[in-house]
């Protein structure tokens, strides 16, 4: 089913949205929320809890055009935070070995000071982004992004894992350079 109707079937609180937006990305959502946790239960459950937060925020917010997108974040967000609370529990998750790749990329919350200065940030990374070719635009962002492995990478790719390890390596280094071009400190 199109997005549009789907959402429109949000904005009337009909209950066969949430169905429905199961049905046609469940599957993309849980891969998001696995990479974060490392649980296919933990994943399942944070898929639920992004249907139901989409259907608390669907109205006022209108996603028509990007609906996966929409989704996608309130899921990443979800699963992120109980990665948090099990790594506060456990002192162990798998998205602390992709932060400390990043930290030595990106300024940390403390650096950005105020909501134009995080505004100008996400926009910079967005521009970085764009200039990227789109191999390694879409290998950043399915690292960074979607959680995945170097080995998962490598498989949609057609590459070895050590390839994607490498190229990751080295692209790691280039949003540090773009940003401090821009002006930002890292």
Same mark, same amino acid.
């Given at each position: 089913?199109? =997005?549009?109707?789907?959402?429109?079937?949000?904005?009337? +609180? =009909?209950?066969?949205?949430?169905?429905?937006?199961?049905?046609? $990305? /469940?599957?993309?959502?849980?891969?998001?929320?696995? /990479?974060? *946790?490392?649980?296919?239960?933990?994943?399942? @459950?944070?898929?639920? =809890?992004?249907?139901?937060?989409? &259907?608390? %925020?669907?109205?006022?917010? %209108?996603?028509? =055009?990007?609906?996966?997108? $929409? *989704?996608? #974040?309130?899921? #990443?967000?979800?699963?992120?935070? +109980?990665?948090?609370?099990?790594?506060?529990?456990?002192?162990?998750?798998?998205?602390? @070995?992709?932060?400390?790749?990043? @930290?030595?990329?990106?300024?940390?919350?403390?650096?950005?000071?105020?909501?134009?200065?995080?505004?100008? *940030?996400?926009?910079?990374?967005?521009?970085?982004?764009?200039? *990227?070719?789109?191999?390694? %635009?879409?290998?950043?962002?399915? #690292? $960074? &992004?979607?959680f995945d492995s170097a080995e998962r990478i490598g498989e949609l790719t057609g590459r070895?894992?050590?390839?994607?390890?490498?190229?990751?390596? %080295?692209? #790691?280094?280039?949003?540090?350079? $773009?940003? @401090?071009?821009? /002006?930002?400190?890292?």
């Open positions: 089913m199109d =997005d549009g109707k789907i959402v429109d079937l949000f904005l009337q +609180r =009909d209950e066969t949205a949430i169905s429905l937006a199961q049905d046609k $990305y /469940g599957a993309k959502l849980k891969r998001i929320a696995f /990479g974060a *946790l490392g649980d296919e239960g933990f994943a399942e @459950e944070c898929v639920n =809890d992004a249907l139901l937060a989409a &259907w608390n %925020r669907i109205p006022p917010n %209108r996603p028509y =055009d990007y609906l996966f997108a $929409y *989704l996608g #974040r309130i899921t #990443r967000c979800i699963a992120i935070n +109980r990665a948090e609370k099990e790594r506060a529990a456990k002192r162990s998750a798998p998205q602390t @070995e992709l932060t400390r790749e990043l @930290e030595e990329c990106l300024p940390s919350s403390a650096d950005v000071q105020n909501e134009v200065e995080s505004r100008a *940030l996400g926009n910079a990374l967005n521009a970085f982004l764009e200039g *990227l070719p789109e191999e390694k %635009r879409n290998v950043f962002i399915r #690292r $960074y &992004w979607f070895s894992a050590g390839a994607v390890k490498m190229q990751l390596s %080295r692209l #790691r280094g280039e949003p540090k350079k $773009y940003l @401090e071009k821009e /002006g930002f400190e890292v």
